[in-house]
């Protein structure tokens, strides 16, 4: 079920966090020098000569500066934000399409419709995902994906019609096997803009943070995360409907069995092996089917 590989290159990046300082300044006027006169009567100086006391003005008011938002998880996640909202409405564009080929008893494609299906690739929101989250910020950006890729291999099957000359009845075996497919992404659908909106308001009130190197255990767990996603809607004649609310376990025991060789831990029970190689990032299989 989870023989495919998909690479994953995460680069970490980091956001520095400005602060405008605030600069006050003030004037002081000295008062002038009083005289007194020698002779009994005070001198009185005559309007006339006497000099206008200088206009006092204030001090111009300095305004402060706007402070710089705070850097927040959701600019370190702006590409997987992005990415998701594109691939949400490729996937509502292809699904219309499909509908359109559905008849009471039978099914047919257009072109259209089979070439939307087959231009669907979740690869680019999945490369979009930062490893080195915190955990329930991970789990609802993990969710939302996987609501996509239920989503996307619900619909793929249909390209198997192609094969066929004429309409296909949906009471055979393939006809209703690709109609059952198409009802598995319905419940993700469904869900999806609430789940997306959920990460999305996490992220915006997690503080920015120091993501997790390219070669990491993190970056790890995150390429065998995605990848049991993956093989769950994909794998062993899957095809869709399977939707991650909680983050699979991952524990990290490597051991050698003679009939099938060394693993390096299991992820929810099932066994895997994980390479890092420079170039491609880490390289993951998972032994199910």
């Not at 198997?160 to 992404?185: D, T």
């Not at 490597?254 to 929810?268: K, M």
């Amino acid at each position: 079920m989870f023989t495919r590989k998909r690479r994953l290159t995460v680069a970490a990046a980091t956001t520095a966090v400005l602060v405008a300082g605030l600069a006050g300044c003030g004037s002081t006027i000295a008062p002038g020098t009083g005289r007194t006169a020698t002779s009994p009567a005070p001198a009185i100086a005559s309007p006339a000569t006497s000099p206008a006391p200088a206009p006092t003005s204030p001090a111009p008011a300095i305004s402060s500066p706007a402070a710089p938002p705070r850097a927040s998880a959701a600019d370190q996640l702006a590409g997987f934000f992005a990415a998701a909202q594109l691939a949400d409405a490729r996937l509502r564009h292809a699904a219309v399409l499909v509908n359109e080929g559905i008849g009471t008893t039978s099914m047919r494609f257009s072109p259209a419709a089979l070439a939307a299906v087959n231009a669907l690739d979740m690869a680019p929101v999945a490369h979009a995902i930062p490893a080195g989250l915190p955990a329930e910020l991970l789990r609802r950006v993990l969710l939302a994906y996987s609501d996509l890729e239920s989503r996307t291999m619900s619909l793929v099957r249909v390209s198997e019609s192609a094969y066929y000359p004429g309409p296909l009845p949906m009471s055979g075996q393939e006809g209703s096997y690709i109609y059952g497919c198409l009802r598995n992404g319905a419940p993700a659908a469904a869900r999806f803009g609430g789940d997306l909106a959920s990460a999305h308001s996490l992220a915006e009130e997690t503080q920015s943070m120091i993501l997790a190197q390219p070669d990491s255990r993190a970056a790890a767990e995150l390429a065998l995360r995605i990848a049991f996603i993956n093989g769950a809607n994909s794998g062993c004649m899957s095809c869709g409907g399977a939707v991650f609310t909680t983050l699979t376990p991952v524990i990290w025991h490597p051991t050698y069995a003679p009939e099938v060789g060394r693993s390096d831990g299991t992820i929810g029970g099932i066994r895997f092996t994980a390479r890092y190689h420079a170039a491609r990032g880490w390289q993951v299989e998972i032994w199910a089917c």
